[in-house]
């Protein structure tokens, strides 16, 4: 039996990680798989509904390659960030924070890892999500 003390701080905690789960339970991660033989692959999806959620793409690439992702929707608020996420800090992993215009990206990867490309919905937490289509084109040179 849990005193009673304890009582509001439990049912605290647990609202928490509720409220939590429920946001993270929108994103979706999927791991790139290139065709034999191919360097582009392209997804398709409908975009997040909920602010701050993501569909992440992640994709293993050596130092040096080039990727190139190219995002088309007909959501203007639409955008996508591409991230390192296994040696760099909070504060370095940012490889390419896209704003709503900016729908394409290349460059040249600084080490030898994992990288998420992470397509977002709605900018704003008052923004009305459209739940549009969208394709996500992902193109890898040596």
Known sequence: MIPRLFRPILAA???????????????????????????????????????????????????????????????????????????????EDLIFDSKPDYRQYSGVMPLTSEYSIQIYGPKNIDDKPSRAAYSVKITVLN
Do not use: C, W
């Open 13 to 91: 905690t647990t609202a928490i990680m509720l409220a939590a789960a429920s946001v993270a339970g929108n994103d979706i991660v999927k791991k790139v798989v290139f065709p034999k033989g191919k360097n582009t692959v392209v997804y398709r999806g409908k975009l997040p509904g909920e602010y701050a959620a993501y569909h992440a793409y992640v994709v293993k690439l050596k130092k040096g390659q080039r990727l190139t992702v190219t995002l088309t929707t007909a959501d203007t608020d639409a955008s996508f960030s591409v991230y390192e996420t296994k040696y760099l800090g909070p504060a």
